[in-house]
């Protein structure tokens, strides 16, 4: 994989020849290209780009993807269904004569509100008797981390921050409840996994035995056990507890016409910077994202709630929504850089900068309840857009009233003036408007170039 | 009834299994082995039942109790005729135009 001229190619040497030419002709490209299981790629000719090697074969060039998400990002529902997507490329691949050798989830990406395979080289012919070398990354990157969310708790999901190549088998095992160990999917693919790869574990594979042993698995098995994950997955679903995440979604702070004056500012606003992709930090289920998406603006919505990323995925696979994508993200503790040398997934600043960033009621969270000095807030944003779109709610607003009767009042600076003041060293500011029915202040702010 | 046959057979070969892979052992060398002798395992379970409903199938269709339809029947096409795993591709979920 390499970058030329801010165009991403992909490049095929002579030992991935007969898989990849396998994979066109035996109509297993077309097929997954067609249901939209796959990215599309052109071939590009190796001399235009100076890459005529002896090692080379092909050059691809992929389909660009909008917005690149990771699957700590991403909420249950997602993390589901690029697992069902996984296997059901697994199960077409097989039909070609093909199999995956990878199942890694980090292959997956979201792309017109779905879920779609990025790595066209992950299929090499299937041999008779062969097992999935793949199963392991399976079970270990979406079927622990999903039962760990289906049957424990939905926030166990952000190990997969901590565990790059998938959950270990064993440490999901002691996190599972024990009932976990009578359902005969999660039994068997993640409790008996454990065990097998524990008893065997000082066992090397035996290279010029491993194929006719006991290890031998007949397509018909094989089918079965992709057959069986996909119903396993297809079980698991997320039940939230209202307790929990509570009254998150009723509680705004708006009169009906707060709400609606709002809407349309943020509207005339984006209509003013008609920006091509915009961020939403704070969208809770994406209400104001949609304003951005629906005029045609790519629209990553983020929040920090699992509750209500789920809730706006769901929405936007119900409705079918092209241009909008929901991603969990804790803005006090953003996505690092990740793998290699910190290098091989990118931070949520290394993936900016977006033409305009919208923070509605946001603010007061990062200034109060995790006290960010406003100058702090300024310089952050002033990383991440050219436009700001940002929502000032003043200490008289009912929200910061309710923040500030846990803990001191030491934020004295807190105010519009100093709030003015600290955006103005990054920001010019174009417009202001008070919110009616409110005490809140809406700015459109433009990047200080230079 | 052949439901609680089923999950009394099911509890069963699970105790069995989880005997089976009781040892201990300390280092981690490669979880991959493991991962592999699972496979053969259910392999030959899943193409079992495959095999087993498919006489099932024939028994019942051999005493009439249910239509006969061969194409179904393959053990290859088996899996996909399972009411509770609908595919993708055929309601169009991942579909886009």
């Given at each position: 994989m390499f970058e030329q001229d801010g165009v991403l190619y992909r490049q095929i040497n002579e030992q991935g020849r007969s898989d990849y030419e396998q994979m066109m002709q035996s109509g297993l490209y077309a097929r997954l290209t067609r249901n939209g299981f796959l990215v599309q790629h052109e071939e590009v000719a190796k001399e235009k780009l100076g890459l005529d090697t002896d090692q080379t074969?092909?050059?691809?060039?992929?389909a660009r993807i909008n917005f690149i998400s990771y699957p700590y990002e991403w909420s249950f529902s997602q993390l589901k269904d690029a697992a069902l997507l996984t296997l059901d490329?697994?199960?077409?691949?097989?039909?070609?004569?093909?199999?995956?050798?990878?199942?890694?989830?980090?292959?997956?990406?979201?792309?017109h509100g779905l879920p779609i395979m990025i790595d066209t080289l992950s299929f090499e012919s299937y041999q008779e008797g062969q097992a999935w070398?793949?199963?392991?990354q399976f079970c270990q990157h979406f079927l622990a981390p999903l039962a760990l969310m289906a049957k424990k708790d939905v926030r166990l999901g952000r190990l997969l921050t901590n565990y790059i190549d998938g959950i270990p088998l064993d440490l999901a095992c002691i996190l599972l409840p024990c009932s976990t160990r009578f359902s005969p999917g999660l039994a068997l693919h993640l409790h008996i996994h454990a065990r097998t790869q524990r008893a065997y574990s000082e066992t090397l594979p035996d290279k010029s035995r491993g194929k006719s042993r006991a290890r031998?698995?007949?397509?018909?098995?094989?089918?079965?056990?992709?057959?069986?994950?996909?119903?396993?997955?297809?079980k698991l679903n997320?039940?939230?507890?209202?307790?929990?995440?509570?009254?998150?979604?009723?509680?705004?702070?708006?009169?009906?016409?707060?709400?609606?004056?709002?809407?349309?500012?943020?509207r005339q606003y984006l209509e003013t910077v008609k920006p091509s992709r915009v961020c939403d930090l704070g969208a809770n289920t994406g209400e104001f994202s949609r304003v951005a998406s629906e005029m045609g603006s790519y629209t990553v919505s983020f929040d920090i709630d699992p509750v209500a990323v789920d809730m706006n995925y769901r929405q936007v696979r119900t409705k079918k929504e092209h241009n909008l994508l929901p991603l969990l993200q804790d803005l006090t503790n953003p996505a690092p850089g990740l793998g290699w040398e910190s290098r091989e997934r990118c931070s949520l600043i290394q993936r900016g900068p977006v033409?305009?960033?919208?923070?509605?009621?946001?603010?007061?969270?990062?200034?109060?309840?995790?006290?960010?000095?406003?100058?702090?807030?300024?310089?952050?944003?002033d990383k991440l857009c050219t436009y700001l779109i940002i929502e000032f709610v003043p200490k008289q607003d009912s929200q910061v009233q309710r923040l500030l009767a846990s803990r001191d009042d030491i934020f004295d600076a807190y105010d519009q003036a100093h709030f003015e003041a600290a955006f103005s060293r990054f920001f010019s500011i174009r417009r202001s408007e008070v919110i009616r029915d409110s005490y809140r202040v809406l700015y459109l702010m433009k990047k200080i170039e230079g | 009834m052949s439901k609680l046959i089923r999950h009394l057979m099911v509890v069963f070969l699970l105790t069995g299994l989880m005997l089976l892979f009781a040892g201990n052992a300390y280092a981690y060398l490669d979880p991959g082995?493991?991962?592999?002798?699972?496979?053969?395992?259910?392999?030959?379970?899943?193409?079992?039942?495959?095999?087993a409903r498919l006489y099932?199938?024939?028994?019942?269709?051999?005493?009439?109790?249910?239509?006969?339809?061969?194409?179904?029947?393959?053990?290859?096409?088996?899996?996909?005729?399972?009411?509770?795993?609908?595919?993708?591709?055929?309601?169009?979920?991942?579909?886009?135009?």
């Open positions: 074969y092909r050059i691809l060039q992929p490329i697994q199960l077409t691949a097989l039909e070609h004569g093909m199999t995956l050798k990878d199942a890694s989830a980090y292959n997956i990406q979201f792309e070398v793949a199963y392991r031998a698995v007949s397509r018909t098995g094989l089918a079965g056990i992709v057959q069986g994950l996909r119903r396993t997955v297809n997320c039940r939230f507890r209202a307790s929990e995440w509570g009254d998150y979604y009723d509680s705004t702070n708006y009169s009906r016409a707060a709400f609606e004056t709002k809407r349309s500012l943020v033409d305009c960033v919208m923070a509605l009621a946001l603010v007061h969270h990062l200034a109060i309840s995790n006290n960010v000095p406003l100058d702090k807030l300024a310089s952050f944003f | 082995t493991g991962s592999m002798i699972l496979q053969g395992i259910l392999g030959g379970l899943a193409a079992a039942v495959v095999v099932w199938r024939r028994l019942l269709s051999f005493f009439g109790f249910r239509k006969d339809k061969p194409r179904d029947e393959l053990p290859e096409n088996k899996d996909s005729s399972d009411t509770d795993t609908q595919t993708y591709a055929s309601d169009g979920k991942y579909g886009r135009k």
